[in-house]
């Protein structure tokens, strides 16, 4: 009889396996993105100050508001936020299920099984194309599962693994 060690038999019908994580490269595309963002939005608050104070003579005092605000959400979306994503957002793929599991204060635990995968939809802007990132979308008649900022080869190995599941299901139907 083989010896096991106490954890075992919990590992190997336990969820936790295989687990992929976005890569380092994803906070640097959402700090970019989120740059922009906010350097739009900094000329647009700079605008309103400006017109408000040549040509409609108002004190601009609720526009600093409006900068604390902006501060707060810039350091918020780009200090924290990416890192928590990266660090939190994992997924894995079986063969038979796609489980995502992300969020800090609710920890939301996703399955979707691939017989129920209709659409496999990827997207890359110009950040994340230079990055070597791109987007997957993963649509199922009951929603959508979105995963960003995975590496391009990693996109390309989990999209052609859903593809191929998928494939089998529909030549099994085909049989019957």
């Known amino acids: 009889m083989e010896k096991r060690k106490a954890g075992d038999f919990m590992q190997s019908n336990h969820p936790t396996e295989n687990w992929q994580h976005l890569p380092r490269a994803s906070v640097t595309a959402e700090r970019q993105s989120v740059g922009i963002q906010y350097t739009i939005y900094t000329l647009l608050v700079g605008v309103a100050t400006f017109v408000q104070i040549k040509w409609l003579d108002l004190s601009p005092w609720w526009m600093w508001i409006v900068v604390a605000i902006l501060l707060m959400l810039f350091l918020l979306q780009f200090v924290y ?34 017989v129920k995968v209709q659409i496999i939809d990827t997207s890359s802007g110009p950040l994340l194309r230079r990055l070597d990132l791109m987007n997957m979308n993963v649509h199922t008649a009951s929603g959508q599962i979105e995963l960003p900022g995975l590496d391009v ?21 085909e049989s019957l």
């Open 153 to 173: 080869t990693q996109a390309t190995i989990l999209r052609r693994k859903i593809e191929s599941f998928a494939k089998l299901e529909e030549q099994e139907e």
């Open 81 to 114: 936020i990416p890192d928590i994503r990266q660090r939190y957002f994992k997924y894995r793929v079986d063969d038979e299920f796609l489980v995502v599991e992300f969020g800090i204060l609710v920890l939301r635990h996703v399955v979707t099984p691939l």
